[in-house]
């Protein structure tokens, strides 16, 4: 049974940063692609930042490119959301989310989703 489970969430300032961690059990970390999906109250899930299974490729979002860093640790089965600059309208609950597939940016190749953590940036 693969969990995930995230943590390095919380209140931070306008313009402040987090980490975020989601560490993985039961299958193979290394073998599969990771990934960073967010919720905003009242909004669809949106896609963030996706890894792919070696941490050579990674993938964003427009709107966090150049803010948000997604890294990974196969060795201690870690995925990582650096987050710098963050603003008011990120704030949602972050979820981490391990793929089957390469259809990163929808999710429709998503085995496995994370609980969530919140993040809530005040202004």
């Known amino acids: 049974q693969v969990q995930l489970v995230e943590s390095g969430g919380g209140l931070v300032q306008a313009g402040g940063s987090l980490r975020l961690s989601c560490a993985a059990s039961g299958r193979t970390f290394s073998r599969y692609a990771m990934g960073w999906f967010r919720q905003a109250p009242g909004k669809e899930r949106e896609f963030v930042a996706a890894?792919?299974?070696?941490?050579?490729?990674?993938y964003y979002a427009d709107s966090v490119r150049g803010r948000l860093t997604i890294s990974r640790d196969n060795a201690k089965s870690t995925v990582y959301l650096q987050m710098n600059s963050l603003k008011a309208e990120e704030t949602a609950v972050y979820y981490c989310a391990q793929y089957s597939g390469k259809d990163y940016y929808t999710g429709a190749r998503i085995d496995y989703w994370g609980q969530g953590t919140q993040v809530t940036v005040s202004s």
């Open positions: 890894i792919s299974a070696s941490g050579a490729r990674t």
